[in-house]
């Protein structure tokens, strides 16, 4: 359940489901797609077809654009299994395959709701692309910036970042049957976190999903590609 939609998001609904995709951009993701699901045997090869397809709708409307890894988040799974895929995007190659954990009011060892809104302690669904790092409460953290209207384009404000926490471990899942949860953030294991941020910061892509019908056929990524005036620039790195 995603709440508390923008009035703006709604209007910009019409435009988007107007909007036919580029056989261009979904050549590309057909092959994509195949080269991650052979990376990455153990994730869902609908879930990376999808994120391939995001992919490719930023390539079509940016061309300058040239992420160097493409990560991938696949909410419908347990908290107890490794879901989170790092790609990089020039070798086709699985850089990382970690656990991730989902916001405090999501769920329990499943996650079910999802939101975009301040102070909901939910995680959020769409499309980010990696911004700069800092150091905070949390140790080193990346900030994500959501590029999904309605869905998730409140990241920043939020403080939606990727970051290590003690309660992302194998020990603990042992100890309580699914891993701790944070206030929204996709929280990886700590021992990893310093090298997972570094390969994916300053202008890569991430890519949430869960199946949340709204999303998916609104968003002007996995919805066909809409209009370069559907969705604001991605700024990835050169």
Not at 45 to 56: P, S, T
Not at 172 to 182: C, D, H, T
Request: charged letters at 20%; glycine letters at 8%; aromatic letters at 8%.
């Amino acid at each position: 359940m995603i709440e508390s939609l923008l009035p703006a998001a709604t209007q910009l609904v019409v435009a988007l489901l107007a909007a036919a995709p580029t056989p261009a951009a979904n050549f590309s993701a057909d092959a994509l797609a195949s080269d991650l699901a052979r990376a990455a045997p153990n994730a869902d090869r609908e879930v990376l077809g999808l994120a391939a397809r995001a992919l490719a709708c930023v390539r079509a409307r940016e061309p300058a654009t040239s992420p160097k890894t493409l990560s991938v988040i696949d909410y419908s799974k347990p908290s107890t299994e490794r879901r989170l895929w790092v790609f990089d995007l020039s070798l086709g190659t699985l850089l990382f395959e970690e656990w991730v954990a989902h916001g405090r009011n999501s769920g329990d060892n499943f996650a079910q709701r999802f939101s975009n809104d301040a102070g909901s302690l939910m995680s959020s669904v769409g499309l980010f692309v990696t911004q700069d790092t800092y150091t905070g409460h949390n140790g080193y953290s990346l900030r994500l910036r959501g590029l999904d209207a309605g869905f998730n384009d409140r990241a920043l404000e939020r403080a939606i970042v990727m970051h290590g926490a003690d309660y992302v471990s194998e020990r603990v899942i042992l100890g309580q049957g699914r891993l701790g949860r944070s206030f929204g953030c996709p929280a990886v294991r700590r021992e990893i976190a310093p090298a997972l941020i570094n390969t994916i910061r300053d202008g890569s892509l991430v890519f949430a999903y869960f199946p949340v019908t709204q999303w998916l056929n609104r968003s002007p990524f996995v919805g066909g590609c809409g209009s370069s005036a559907s969705a604001p620039p991605v700024e990835t790195s050169p």
